[in-house]
């Protein structure tokens, strides 16, 4: 991204900054042709890339100035303050854009939760059973109407949920 950055003039680079942070807030995204560096395809994907990340990475993290700097090492000085100023500047708006991108993900979230523990003695089939059972019961929202979701499951229904949340949550974290 250095090399990228340092061939433009400060101007253009705060304005390719702002564009980046508009194509990252769901507007128009920079076009290679507004500016007067030379840069081939590959070059203009890296570039965009880099800064779209930049601003995910230190807005979602809530990066200090000095981390950013620090993640900008290799930019002249200028060409950083340029990028800090925007991220400064626009920090909020990135914000509401990936919280937005993260709730479009499903519109359904969780209110409240409540469990039981049973321990199934027998069946109409099975006279002996010995079989532990989680009734779960999830009170969900979907657009403003509020609704029970009751299940029952073994141990082994129970892991795969729970495998299931657990590799959900690694995706949501990406996106942060």
Not at 42 to 66: H, I, K, P
Not at 123 to 151: F, Y
Request: proline share 3%; with cysteine; net charge negative.
């Amino acid at each position: 991204m250095a090399v990228s950055l340092n061939r433009l003039p400060v101007t253009e680079c705060l304005k390719l900054c702002h564009k980046v942070v508009d194509g990252l807030c769901g507007r128009a995204p920079p076009c290679r042709a507004d500016y007067s560096a030379p840069w081939s395809p590959e070059d203009w994907l890296q570039l965009l890339s880099s800064l779209t990340a930049l601003f995910r990475l230190a807005v979602g993290n809530n990066s200090s100035d000095e981390e950013v700097l620090a993640g900008l090492a290799d930019v002249g000085s200028s060409h950083a303050t340029s990028v800090l100023s925007v991220l400064a500047a626009r920090r909020e708006e990135i914000r509401d854009a990936l919280l937005d991108r993260t709730i479009s993900i499903s519109s359904t979230t969780l209110q409240d939760f409540d469990w039981q523990l049973k321990l199934a003695l027998s069946s109409d089939k099975i006279s002996s059973l010995h079989t532990p059972l989680l009734s779960l019961i999830l009170d969900v929202r979907e657009n403003r109407a509020l609704q029970s979701v009751a299940m029952e499951m073994d141990r082994e229904e129970l892991n795969t949920l729970i495998a299931s949340l657990e590799a959900a949550n690694k995706v949501v974290l990406q996106l942060k």
